[in-house]
């Protein structure tokens, strides 16, 4: 499993990930900026820009010209925007690779930004907040957000406000890609069937080689203040309530994340894990209960997530503060299952390009490099159970923030 580089003179790389047993190939353009990098005045103009980016090019000027070309060539399309990171890519059979490469690159350098199709997809962006605002189990993670890293970028919904939302002009956006959709700030991969590197690469020079390099203006760090227990209530009537329970974590290349990963599996990753069975099979509290880890360049956190009655809410929440610094505690069986699950996802990801491409590219932009499936299992065989333990017992031993939407007062 091997991926090869070339580099534009201007700096712009472009990843080859060839896997031959597949037909199809994906093509992915990625801007290494999110919701992170934004103000509050302009909170929301990454994922604005991801929407616009469908709405229209020079060549297919109308959103429907676009769709209906794509659909021609068989091309399933995406885009989604994160904090720290905005992807947008095209899986279509690998006899379409330059079409794909070339509409990529067209809805970048030669979007039509039209004013009119702006204030249309705000009222869109405006209808997809009030869905999730609806949706207290996704939701729940916004506010989570907000609870754990307080008044700065992370803590802010990557949709933005509906007054930041509203204030986005077609001028702002232009500005923004011409800040940030910079040569060494952008990513290009494809994945799977490739049938002439140099095709494409020539396609690719053909739109972004006269495009001068500039330095990108980073984020502030994170800092940590005073770290106490919180708890975060959003009231709302509701059949169950949501809660997250969140821990302060380590950056994406915490030199202990994999120690980290299996102690997430073991606790809340698998339907063997300590919380299903304790909350929801042994004593039915709960029909979902799991653990994650949130993280990011440079700061993270541990979750617990639960959805359940509002009357089981404290007690509940009591449960699984008790559990967690048990952790610091794991038997020989549950230790050897949680590697084992980790081991088999690593060894199924090996049969999707698309997926492995998005774990490649995290790689790059977090560590600098890439690491294999099958190296990764090497790594994870040699993790020791008491280094696990270890991370446990540092990372539990503070007090959690709880998140909360349902009714006022029901935790202690």
């Not at 770290?227 to 997250?244: G, L």
């Amino acid at each position: 499993m091997k991926i090869s580089q070339v580099k534009l003179s201007n700096n712009l790389p472009i990843y080859f990930f060839e896997k031959k047993d597949t037909q199809a190939v994906t093509v992915i353009m990625l801007a290494k900026v999110g919701s992170r990098y934004e103000d509050n005045k302009q909170a929301g103009i990454s994922h604005i820009l991801e929407h616009m980016f469908f709405k229209g090019t020079k060549k297919y000027p109308h959103y429907l010209d676009l769709t209906k070309y794509l659909d021609e060539i068989s091309a399933e399309h995406n885009a989604f925007t994160s904090e720290e990171m905005t992807a947008y890519f095209i899986k279509t059979s690998y006899l379409n690779t330059l079409p794909a490469v070339e509409i990529l690159s067209q809805m970048l350098l030669e979007n039509t930004l039209n004013e009119k199709e702006l204030e249309k997809e705000k009222d869109v962006i405006i209808q997809e907040m009030k869905m999730y605002l609806d949706m207290p189990a996704r939701y729940i993670y916004d506010l989570y957000k907000k609870n754990q890293y307080g008044d700065c970028p992370l803590g802010r919904d990557v949709i933005g406000t509906v007054k930041s939302v509203k204030s986005i002009t077609t001028q702002n956006l232009r500005d923004y890609i011409k800040k940030y959709y910079t040569p060494s700030n952008l990513i290009f991969m494809l994945a799977g069937k490739i049938d002439d590197k140099e095709k494409i690469v020539k396609t690719i020079s053909q739109y972004f080689a006269k495009i001068k390099d500039i330095p990108v203006p980073m984020p502030d760090k994170f800092i940590q203040s005073n770290y106490k227990k919180n708890i975060y209530y959003h009231h709302k009537k509701t059949d169950q309530t949501n809660i997250v329970i969140s821990y302060p974590g380590y950056k994406v290349d915490y030199d202990k994340r994999y120690e980290l990963s299996i102690l997430q599996v073991l606790m809340g990753g698998m339907m063997s894990s300590r919380l299903f069975s304790e909350v929801r099979e042994k004593r039915g509290l709960a029909y979902r209960v799991g653990a994650e880890i949130d993280n990011y360049s440079d700061t993270g956190a541990f979750l617990v997530s639960v959805g359940l009655d509002p009357s089981k809410a404290d007690s509940t929440v009591k449960l699984i503060k008790e559990m967690m610094p048990k952790a610091v505690k794991i038997s020989d069986k549950e230790f050897k299952r949680a590697k084992q699950k980790i081991i088999s996802n690593l060894a199924l990801k090996t049969e999707d390009a698309s997926s492995l491409a998005f774990m490649f590219l995290d790689q790059i932009i977090y560590h600098g490099k890439t690491t294999t499936p099958e190296e990764k299992i090497k790594i994870f065989n040699n993790v020791k159970k008491a280094d696990v333990e270890k991370e446990a017992k540092k990372l539990f031993a503070h007090q959690p923030k709880i998140t909360i939407i349902g009714p006022k007062n029901i935790v202690n």
